[in-house]
């Protein structure tokens, strides 16, 4: 008699209808303290790249932009070149302010990817990631995804790339239970977003593929024209998880991408681990 294996449980995107204490996680080792990974860091020198659809330049809640670049479709095919333009619709300004609030001092820079009314390809997407990739960003924030699955293997092997080469993709899981990519590999930091009020809080998922959770349900974001707005999404959640990279790896630039996710994990609210904290 063969015995069928256990159905999987279903994926989780997003932590909505249950709170911190509904998934506890439980770690072996001792817990590493957000004061350890990040405490005293504003992401001083680190370099986060945001890709998505520009950033208004100027905005309060931004701040400098270092440097901003666009995918524009020319004579040899789709490049990227440097830009004066801004922000499209608001998306990249809105995930820009997130990470600039939680690292006030890191280096931003943008590559936009998306046009008028969040309209993109998957070859745009990545052509943008692709290039970020190469620039040997530490941190690229990707609150945007393709359902298409045939750029899904050409997009595991730059995230594999940029995992191996030390540069942290930190990307959003789809706001509706559909898979897209890149968010959906193991070798990049997905986020999806939760409900509870506290603005620093994150959690673990103990259900991933989505591995944290972060606020990203009715929060306040800059937008265009020197405006803000209040919205909700993945997309929201993704900037504040790519921030605290950006504060982890000021304070410990020798770490690997594989050591930054265990950073975050063990820095969790809802991660138990041992009665004896890191100091």
């Known amino acids: 008699m063969t015995t069928q294996p256990a159905p999987r449980p279903p994926l989780t995107w997003s932590l909505r209808g249950r709170g911190p204490q509904d998934i506890p996680v439980d770690a072996d080792g001792e817990r590493i303290t957000a004061g350890w990974s990040w405490g005293g860091s504003t992401g001083h020198g680190v370099r986060v790249c945001v890709v998505d659809s520009g950033v208004e330049r100027d905005h309060p809640l931004v701040g400098p932009v270092q440097g901003s670049y666009a995918v524009v479709q020319g004579d040899d095919g789709l490049t990227v070149e440097e830009t004066s333009t801004g922000d499209t619709c608001g998306h990249g300004t809105a995930c820009a302010g997130i990470i600039r609030r939680t690292a006030p001092d890191c280096e931003l820079y943008s590559v936009r990817v998306l046009g008028e009314r969040f309209a ?5 997407l990545l052509t943008g990631l692709r290039w970020a990739v190469r620039q ?11 359902t298409r699955p045939h750029f899904a293997e050409a997009l595991r092997v730059l995230a594999d790339d940029a995992y191996f080469g030390r540069t942290a993709i930190v990307a959003s899981a789809h706001n509706t239970q559909v898979e897209s990519y ?3 590999f193991s070798s990049v930091i997905s986020v999806g977003s939760h409900q509870e009020d506290d603005p620093d809080l994150y959690l673990y998922n103990p259900r991933p593929p989505v591995e944290f959770f972060a606020p990203g349900q009715n929060v306040t974001v800059p937008w265009l ?6 919205t909700t999404g993945n997309s929201f959640a993704t900037p504040y998880v790519a921030g605290l990279c950006a504060r982890i790896l000021a304070k410990h ?3 690997t991408t594989f ?4 950073a975050l994990y063990l820095s969790a609210a809802n991660v138990r681990t041992g009665s004896r904290g890191a100091q």
């Open 225 to 230: 024209g020197g405006a803000t707005i209040r």
């Open 120 to 124: 993109g390809t998957g070859d745009a």
């Open 182 to 184: 890149p968010w959906r």
């Open 136 to 146: 040997r960003f530490d941190v690229v924030n990707m609150s945007l995804s393709t």
């Open 259 to 262: 050591q930054l996710k265990n």
């Open 253 to 255: 630039p020798a770490m």
